[in-house]
């Protein structure tokens, strides 16, 4: 009973494994006949009808009808529509045809699927994993469909769809499609196949994702050589997760030659496609053009990928007719575009020029070109116009590119003499918070060797930020590769921050701000016209250029991390021109020095400014060590403000750093400038400031340091101190301006108070409220001193006095003067004059007071035997009061108290009375004299 049971399970168990065995079939098509027996369509009817695995193999003689010795191939005409694939696992296989008959086409596949141009497909898999290989498939709507959400895994192997048997020109009678994936068809295999010639597209994807797209032709001949267009290569809508390419030249696509696009990628649903490793418009080479229209076009996508991380992951993106790559439209974001060529040949050594290299537009956000490895670089270079182009689009970063260089990013690709490339990038109308470059290497851009801009904002761009960019030179930082001018600031660009950049070796400028209504931008931290180093020249012609209107705009800042060093320039370090340009700020910059600001690395001038710009703010500069000129106000620049700069020492000032001409020039009807305060104008070989022309006028130079210069602290042309003329009537640069006369200087040492008056002849007018300021002088060997350190001032009376008192020199110390009329015309430096010790009043009183005559301020020294309160009145001769001068508490002992005549305003010069008169019963009456 035991070994039968046991051998009734042996049965039940072998019964059941063989019941699962399912067996393959094999179908042979043995004629070119459209039905019946050994047609295909009955062999693809008969695997429709078996459950399991099928092969479909060709062996049809030499006989037969439809073969054609002179092309070597086998035509099937086919007249109705096939059967669906149906059933799945179905392995339709044409190259069994070379197998049993031998390659009778040498170029191309032997079973030719011709259709009448109005039927709808061909083949149509409908079911799983499913082979259709070796065919020329021509005349149908849809030369392979692959369709419904049961079609998974299904290859599509070797075909010809498109064109002619061997792959030379299009079919004479085409497909609209050449192959077509919808209604979420998935994981699909489309390989090694010529997809070229046909009449709406290349290959089509709608709501079908996971697919894979290899070692195609798709838009060119058999060879890869010569184009047979298709309207566009791969157009993927709405579909996710697709891949196109590789990771080997056995996975590349060419993807070349095509009428409007190589690879489309439409709609909000595309997400997470993958672009890598193909040639798209080029030939199979990589080394001469076979342009599409545009290489890619993103339309609404999103997280796709183009490139990778590796150079076998690289796209060569060249010679395209209009773009390499178009990011065109809302919901196009979280695009990443990486390590690729867009420009230029496969070794990235020779231009293969698109006209643009990517474009990024129509509120395409998000995206990201370039990577922090360097793997994940782009080269995008060699395009005509340029390299990338962002319109009205926000958000977006480009980092770690070259756009302009070679793939060694040490030499620029030029036809002739001329450079190939227009811009490296553009930003234009109302692009935003785009970000060009990061704050180390790894996110730097190597912007240079383009033929016009490095890069160009125009149109209303915002917000964006280009920080750590070389921009006119090498990969190395240390050789010029030149931009014409490295980044323009055009067209009512705003708001947009450019900092820690190197622009240096650039034709023209390094930076250019044009233009009204561009304003608010910000550029800091940026090296312009040294190597990366800050150590040694690359010079631009001009480093920083402000013109045509262009206004608000900052150029450093007073954080040590904000200066700019702006060196080593041809002509100007900075140049400010134009009506219009104003209320523009140069703050903290180190301008003809190097990095450390104690080293001369000259541009010509310093600063130019020129043709009537207004109300512009230069202050707390170093601007040394420069070849010509310290700062140059020229052509009518009227109203700017000169503050708080070193110029002609190094950044601490202790040193001499000199400019090799004049500190400051204002010539050429420059005016209502204003020099100070807290300029330090020292060493400089030549003046310090130098005022030219009969219409250089109004021009305020005010408590400043000015001293050890070659010349003269001041000097009104014609060279020399002008003597002062009866009136002061004269013209000339400042109206040549009367120098005051120091009539006395005494020093009062109880008080440690210098004491002076003066005066000024300017009598043609009222010399009422002139403003004298005093120096102490550096004694000069000209004997008109240079101001070295500002005393104080004084206001000029109605009669041309004035008398002023000031802490802070000794008897030993040479006084100088300048004075400035009510429209700021400021006189050359006094004769110097020497110091005086004044007598000091003492009596037996227990109070004194010095100076007497008083001008305007005064000291009463008291000595009270005990705390007390006094009373401090000020009486006219006549015994009228005028009024209080103090009330208040004193303490045992010595009080000194400071007060000023300046409290009665009507007060005129004369002997007046002050009376003491103290809580301890004193009244004392003193007697005081007053000039006003």
């Known amino acids: 009973m035991k070994h039968r049971y046991s051998s009734r399970i042996l049965f039940i168990a ?6 699962q065995i399912v ?23 008969l695997a429709n009808s078996n459950p399991g695995p099928d092969n479909i193999y060709f062996n049809i003689p030499l006989a037969d009808a439809g073969y054609n010795a002179g092309t070597g191939t086998w035509t099937i005409n086919v007249v109705t529509l096939w059967p669906m694939v149906l059933g799945g696992y179905t392995n339709i296989d044409a190259t069994s045809q070379t197998t049993n008959q031998g390659n009778t086409n040498l170029n191309g596949p032997e079973i030719a699927i011709q259709g009448n141009g109005t039927l709808d497909y061909s083949f149509n898999l409908v079911s799983p994993n499913n082979t259709v290989k070796g065919f020329i498939v021509n005349g149908f709507n849809y030369g392979i469909l692959v369709y419904n959400s049961t079609a998974t895994g299904n290859q599509i192997n070797g075909n010809y769809i498109g064109t002619n048997y061997n792959g030379t020109i299009a079919a004479a009678i085409t497909n609209q499609y050449g192959i077509a994936l919808s209604g979420s068809a998935t994981t699909t295999t489309i ?12 290959i089509g994807l709608t709501a079908s994702n996971s697919n894979i797209f290899k070692g195609n032709k798709i838009g060119t001949d058999r060879t890869g050589m010569n184009k047979i267009p298709n309207p566009y290569g791969i157009a993927i809508d709405n579909s996710s997760n697709n891949t196109v390419g590789g990771n080997s030249a056995a996975t590349r696509n060419i993807i070349s030659g095509n009428i409007s696009a190589g690879i489309v990628i439409n709609g909000t649903v595309s997400s997470g496609n993958i672009i890598t490793g193909n040639y798209i418009g080029t030939n199979v080479n990589g080394t001469d053009s076979l342009p599409n229209d545009n290489g890619i076009i993103l339309a609404g996508s999103n997280s796709t990928t183009i490139g990778g991380s590796s150079s076998n992951l690289r796209n060569i993106i060249s010679g395209n007719y209009l773009a390499g790559i178009v990011l065109n439209g809302t919901g196009t974001r979280l695009n990443s575009i990486k390590g690729n060529f867009i420009g230029t040949a496969v070794t990235g050594m020779q231009h293969l020029s698109n006209h643009t290299g990517i474009i990024v537009k129509a509120q395409s956000n998000l995206n990201t070109i370039g990577g922090t490895s360097t793997g994940e670089r782009n080269v995008i270079s060699g395009n005509i116009e340029i390299g990338v182009y962002i319109e009205a689009s926000d958000s977006n970063v480009v980092v770690n590119n070259f756009l302009g260089p070679d793939s060694t990013g040490m030499n620029a690709f030029k036809i002739g003499d001329s450079l190939v490339q227009a811009n490296g990038i553009e930003l234009n109308t109302v692009a935003k918070r785009n970000t060009i470059g990061g704050s ?40 010029a590769l030149p931009n014409a001018t490295g980044i323009c600031v055009d067209a009512g660009s ?49 480093g920083v250029v402000l013109v045509a209107g262009t206004r608000y705009n900052q150029i450093g800042g007073l954080n040590a991390g904000e200066r700019n060093i702006i060196s080593g320039n041809r002509y100007d370090g900075i140049e400010i021109a134009d009506n219009g340009t104003k209320f523009n700020q140069i703050i903290g910059n180190y301008i003809g020095t190097d990095i450390t600001g104690t080293i001369a690395k000259p541009n010509e001038n310093g600063i130019g400014m020129a043709t009537n710009p207004k109300f512009n703010t230069i202050d707390q500069n170093v601007i040394s060590g420069n070849d010509r000129m310290g700062i140059i106000i020229f052509e009518f620049a009227d109203s700017n403000t000169i503050s708080n700069n070193k110029i002609g020492s190094n950044a601490s000032g202790t040193a001499a750093l000199s400019n090799h001409s004049c500190g400051i020039v204002l010539l050429q009807g420059a005016s209502n400038n204003i020099i100070g305060p807290n300029n330090t104008i020292a060493f400089n070989d030549s003046v310090g400031v130098l005022v030219v022309d009969n219409n250089t006028i109004q021009n305020r130079i005010t408590e400043n340091s000015i001293h050890d210069n070659g010349f003269f602290g001041i000097d009104l042309a014609p060279y020399g101190p002008t003597p002062n003329d009866a009136g002061d009537a004269d013209s000339g640069p ?84 300048t004075a400035i009329d009510l429209a700021g015309n400021t006189s050359e430096f006094s004769a110097n004059t020497s110091i005086v010790v004044g007598i000091k009043e003492n009596t037996n009183s227990n109070f004194s007071f010095f100076p007497n005559p008083v001008i305007d301020n005064f000291t009463i020294n008291y000595s009270s035997a005990k705390d007390s309160k006094i009373e401090i009145n000020l009486y006219e001769p006549n015994g009228k009061l005028i009024g209080n001068l103090f009330s208040g508490d004193l303490k045992t002992g010595n009080n000194r108290l400071n007060l000023s005549i300046n409290k009665f305003s009507n007060l005129t010069t004369g002997i007046y009375f002050l009376n003491i008169i103290s809580n301890e019963g004193k009244s004392e009456m003193r007697k005081i004299s007053v000039i006003k």
Not at 513 to 532: C, M, P, S
């Open 191 to 202: 390989m090694n196949n010529l997809i070229s010639g046909n009449a709406m597209g290349g």
């Open 734 to 817: 400042n109206l040549l301006m009367n120098y005051p006369v120091i009539s006395t200087s005494v020093y009062d040492p109880a008080n440690s108070l210098t004491w002076l008056t003066g005066t000024i002849d300017y009598s043609y007018q009222s010399p009422l409220g002139i403003k004298i300021e005093v120096f102490k002088s550096d004694n000069d060997p000209f004997g008109f001193g240079e101001g070295e350190v500002y005393l104080g001032s004084a206001i000029v009376d109605a009669s041309g006095n004035w008398a002023t008192n000031f802490p802070g020199v000794t008897q030993a110390d040479n006084l100088t003067a």
């Open 440 to 479: 180390n290497a790894n996110t730097r851009n190597i912007i240079s060797g383009n033929r016009v801009y490095g890069l160009i904002y125009y149109g209303n761009c915002s917000y964006n930020n280009t920080s750590g960019n070389y921009i006119g030179t090498n990969v190395t930082g240390n050789a």
């Open 14 to 19: 072998i019964f059941f494994l063989f019941s």
């Open 23 to 45: 067996f393959s079939n094999t179908y042979t098509v043995s004629n070119t006949n459209d039905a019946g027996a050994g047609s295909l369509r009955e062999a693809i009817g």
């Open 494 to 542: 705003n708001h947009n921050q450019m900092n820690n950049n190197l622009l240096s070796g650039n034709k023209s400028y390094g930076i250019f701000f044009v233009t009204t209504n561009t304003y608010y931008n910000e550029f800091k931290g940026n090296i312009v016209g040294l190597n990366a180093a800050g150590t040694d020249t690359i010079p631009n012609d001009i």
